[in-house]
């Protein structure tokens, strides 16, 4: 089974700074999907950004990116001018599509953007 | 109107009592899924659903059970509510033809069990 770990609980920024937020996970997989989730005090499931193992090239979404490392099987986010806005709890995933595109998720890592 | 609904939003019950959580969606999307959401675990599924005659455990079904009622509607109940399932519940909804698309979320049935 594949687990997916967020080793920081917590993390603070100032405002329109950069911050980086950890994710790897554990596959003999070679085809998968990763996706960072962003949920906000409302409570909401909202999806940031994701990747395609396949591809070398890493995603980027307006101010967010990531740095995926198939071989070290990391999967970081980096968010840049960070802003009030983007204070929520953020969900690292994995998907295999042969399993139904079934998710399994990190712990997850509060975010607090500081203004 | 919301994608994905779930309801109720908030739900205060007692130990013992019989519990349904309701998921509806307009989406057209075959597949359906419950997780439940633990501070410190993340979400953790529960049960997923391929249409209305296929029904498969996730990795924490004990003490719950799910219903297809149509390709819309996928129900969670608990038959006899135990505190340690207070918890976040989440439906969510994908495509089978778009295996590389996220899953849609709904907006969580918060859940206490006194």
């Known amino acids: 089974a594949q687990t997916v770990t967020q080793s920081q609980p917590e993390m603070s920024v100032q405002e329109a700074e950069t911050v980086t937020l950890s994710c790897t996970y554990d596959t003999s997989e070679s085809n998968y999907y990763l996706f960072w989730y962003k949920q906000p005090p409302s409570r909401q499931m909202i999806l940031v950004i994701r990747?395609?193992?396949?591809?070398?090239q890493n995603a980027t979404e307006n101010r967010f990116s990531v740095n995926f490392q198939k071989a070290a099987k990391s999967f970081s986010l980096k968010i840049s001018d960070s802003q009030l806005g983007d204070t929520a709890m953020y969900f690292c995933a994995f998907m295999k599509p042969v399993e139904g595109s079934r998710l399994t998720f990190g712990e997850g890592t509060q975010l607090t953007v500081n203004p | 109107d919301a994608d994905v609904t779930q309801t109720p939003r908030n739900r205060i019950t007692k130990t013992g009592k019989r519990i349904m959580l309701e998921c509806s969606q307009t989406?057209?999307?075959?597949?359906m899924y419950w997780y439940r959401q633990d501070p410190g675990l993340g979400l953790r599924l529960i049960y997923y659903?391929?249409?209305?005659?296929?029904?498969n455990k996730g990795e924490i079904s004990d003490g719950y059970s799910v219903s297809r009622q149509a390709q819309a509607k996928f129900s969670l109940s608990l038959e006899s509510a135990i505190p340690n399932q207070t918890a976040l519940y989440f439906c969510?909804?994908?495509?089978?033809?778009?295996?590389?698309?996220?899953?849609?979320f709904g907006d969580g049935t918060r859940l206490s069990i006194l």
């Open positions: 969510a909804t994908s495509d089978t033809r778009t295996v590389n698309q996220p899953q849609h």
């Open positions: 990747q395609e193992a396949y591809k070398q």
């Open positions: 659903s391929f249409d209305v005659k296929d029904i």
């Open positions: 989406k057209g999307h075959d597949r």
